[in-house]
């Protein structure tokens, strides 16, 4: 069974460290004492092996890193409830605040807390006997889950070569924000990501909000409830490399799929049904129902329609007592319902997996466990849109010089903006031309 490593930087970062907490040992059996006891016939001792180190005396800690510049969150989850499943190797808190810029917690407060960062994770590294690779969660407008999260990315890339990368990334939401730099920070950060990241799953927290509030009627969510929908998607990407299987699907396998051109690593992700759990037994879904749902636009945890644009590739993951023919026919189904429209000329981008087991659903989420279900993960030129908001967002506010000085005093200098926004911009032509072309 291999490993994975959680980097959990900043406050969004850390707040979806603990939904994952929740998520991972509901799944795996472990208790908040950090002892095993299996729930149902999935979780065996074996499987919890890959996001949790088991200790001499048999108690579990996590696998998972907290990494800020503030004190708040690192507090609160050492205080929280899942506090004895980690110590004091699992945190590093720095000395000064980021004031919410990117190039300070990049290049000041979070570089004066480097070699610590750089130092628990080796620990965590030599605690593992077959790296798989490390997961990232930051918000992409935040100073210090943007700017730290990157610096950690760069540095493991050459200390990990070979490691993959894999970031879960809150993206600004289309009019959502509560910071006057976010667009600033978030252009660096994705600049960033392009150079750096393997893959990176994106989230908004509007789509996030809408997928709470419209399909599973929750009236006032908040971000616990956005953070547990995160969790979900990322307990339901590393299933298989978790409890293993026949379609056990390693970072290296998706991004193999999912990636064929460098620079489009940007994926979203869906799934369905989200039945609220009050509603669980109202419903009798087929594998076309699931199908047709996963791919409506409600459906996304980002805000972009991928049925208007085009895809690049997409993987299938359905979970349950499902058989491919039926997958098969679900697909071909939709698709002359109204076609898939893929970059190029071609129909063998759409994957599928099939996991026999039902997808486990953490009972705080307020979603319903269903018999069969589907999570899907696309590279469509939909992606784009919000890359596009952020690029556009910025570009008015470094056209004025906005907010340029508190950057330029804080560890970058003038040129780096145009020169990072350029990549930006070559990410957005490339979304572009494939647009284009192979109609
Ligand atoms: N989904 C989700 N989004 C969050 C959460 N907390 C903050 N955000 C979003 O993240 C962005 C702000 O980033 P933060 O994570 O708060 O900032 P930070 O990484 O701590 O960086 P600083 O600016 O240095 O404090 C905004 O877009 C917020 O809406 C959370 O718990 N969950
Ligand atoms: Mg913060």
Same mark, same amino acid.
């Given at each position: 069974?291999?490993?994975?490593?959680?980097?959990?930087?900043?406050q969004?970062?850390? *707040?979806?460290?603990?939904?994952?907490?929740?998520?991972?040992?509901?799944?795996?059996?472990?208790?908040?004492?950090?002892?095993?006891?299996?729930?149902?016939?999935?979780?065996?001792?074996?499987?919890?092996?890959?996001?949790?180190?088991?200790?001499?005396?048999? /108690?579990?800690?996590?696998?998972?890193?907290?990494?800020?510049?503030?004190?708040?969150?690192?507090?609160?989850?050492? $205080?929280?409830?899942y506090?004895?499943?980690?110590?004091?190797? @699992?945190?590093?808190?720095?000395?000064?605040?980021?004031?919410?810029?990117?190039s300070?917690?990049?290049?000041?407060?979070?570089?004066?807390?480097?070699?610590?960062?750089l &130092?628990?994770?080796? $620990?965590?590294?030599?605690?593992?006997?077959?790296?798989?690779?490390?997961?990232? %969660?930051?918000?992409?407008?935040?100073?210090?889950?943007?700017?730290?999260?990157?610096?950690?990315?760069?540095?493991?890339?050459?200390?990990?070569?070979?490691? %993959?990368?894999?970031?879960?990334?809150?993206?600004?939401?289309?009019?959502?924000?509560?910071? =006057?730099?976010?667009?600033? @920070?978030?252009?660096?950060?994705? /600049?960033?990501?392009?150079?750096? *990241?393997?893959?990176?799953?994106?989230?908004? @927290?509007?789509?996030?909000?809408?997928?709470?509030?419209?399909?599973?009627?929750?009236? =006032?969510?908040? %971000?616990?409830?956005?953070?547990?929908?995160?969790?979900?998607?990322?307990?339901?990407?590393?299933?298989?490399?978790?409890?293993?299987?026949?379609?056990? =699907?390693?970072?290296?396998?998706?991004?193999?799929?999912l990636?064929p051109?460098?620079?489009?690593?940007?994926l979203?992700?869906? %799934?369905?049904?989200?039945? #609220?759990?009050? $509603?669980?037994?109202?419903?009798?879904?087929?594998?076309?129902?699931?199908?047709?749902?996963?791919?409506?636009?409600?459906?996304?945890?980002t805000?972009?329609?991928i049925?208007?644009?085009?895809?690049?590739?997409?993987?299938?993951?359905?979970?349950?007592?499902?058989?491919?023919?039926?997958?098969?026919?679900?697909? /071909?189904?939709? @698709?002359?319902?109204?076609?898939? $429209?893929?970059?190029?000329?071609?129909?063998?981008?759409?994957?599928?997996?099939?996991?026999?087991?039902?997808?486990?659903?953490? #009972?705080?989420?307020g979603?319903?466990?269903?018999?069969?279900?589907?999570?899907?993960? =696309?590279?469509?030129?939909?992606?784009?849109?919000?890359?596009?908001?952020?690029?556009?967002?910025?570009?008015?506010?470094?056209?004025?010089?906005?907010?340029?000085?508190?950057?330029?005093?804080?560890?970058?200098?003038?040129?780096?903006?145009?020169?990072?926004?350029?990549?930006?911009?070559?990410? &957005?032509?490339?979304?572009?031309?494939?647009?284009?072309?192979?109609?």
């Amino acid at each position: 069974m291999k490993e994975l490593i959680s980097i959990h930087v900043g406050q969004a970062g850390i *707040n979806i460290g603990e939904a994952c907490l929740e998520q991972f040992t509901y799944e795996h059996g472990i208790t908040q004492s950090g002892t095993f006891e299996p729930q149902d016939n999935l979780s065996s001792s074996n499987s919890c092996h890959t996001m949790f180190h088991e200790s001499e005396s048999g /108690s579990f800690n996590a696998r998972s890193l907290f990494f800020d510049l503030d004190q708040d969150k690192i507090n609160h989850i050492k $205080k929280g409830s899942y506090k004895s499943l980690l110590s004091s190797e @699992n945190f590093v808190l720095g000395k000064e605040s980021s004031s919410d810029i990117f190039s300070r917690a990049r290049c000041i407060a979070g570089h004066s807390i480097l070699n610590e960062c750089l &130092e628990a994770t080796r $620990k965590q590294v030599e605690k593992c006997d077959s790296l798989e690779g490390f997961i990232f %969660y930051h918000s992409v407008g935040g100073g210090t889950g943007g700017g730290l999260g990157t610096l950690l990315c760069e540095h493991f890339s050459i200390d990990y070569n070979g490691k %993959y990368k894999l970031s879960n990334a809150v993206f600004p939401s289309p009019d959502i924000s509560p910071s =006057c730099v976010e667009p600033i @920070n978030s252009m660096l950060c994705i /600049s960033y990501m392009i150079e750096n *990241n393997d893959l990176t799953i994106c989230y908004d @927290n509007k789509a996030l909000y809408r997928i709470l509030y419209e399909e599973l009627y929750q009236e =006032c969510p908040i %971000y616990e409830d956005i953070n547990r929908l995160i969790a979900f998607n990322v307990a339901n990407v590393t299933r298989s490399m978790r409890f293993g299987g026949e379609n056990n =699907c390693s970072f290296r396998e998706i991004k193999s799929k999912l990636v064929p051109y460098p620079m489009l690593l940007f994926l979203t992700s869906s %799934y369905s049904p989200w039945t #609220p759990k009050e $509603k669980a037994y109202y419903y009798n879904y087929s594998v076309k129902d699931i199908t047709c749902q996963a791919f409506n636009p409600n459906s996304f945890m980002t805000s972009c329609d991928i049925r208007q644009s085009k895809l690049i590739a997409c993987s299938l993951n359905y979970s349950g007592n499902i058989n491919y023919t039926d997958a098969n026919n679900a697909l /071909s189904y939709m @698709n002359l319902e109204s076609p898939f $429209k893929f970059v190029e000329n071609e129909s063998k981008k759409l994957s599928v997996n099939i996991n026999p087991h039902t997808s486990i659903v953490n #009972p705080y989420s307020g979603l319903a466990k269903t018999s069969i279900s589907l999570s899907t993960l =696309c590279n469509s030129t939909g992606i784009s849109s919000i890359i596009s908001l952020v690029s556009n967002k910025f570009m008015s506010l470094y056209s004025k010089r906005a907010y340029v000085h508190w950057f330029v005093g804080e560890g970058m200098e003038s040129g780096e903006f145009r020169y990072k926004y350029e990549n930006l911009r070559a990410l &957005e032509r490339d979304y572009v031309e494939l647009e284009k072309n192979h109609d």
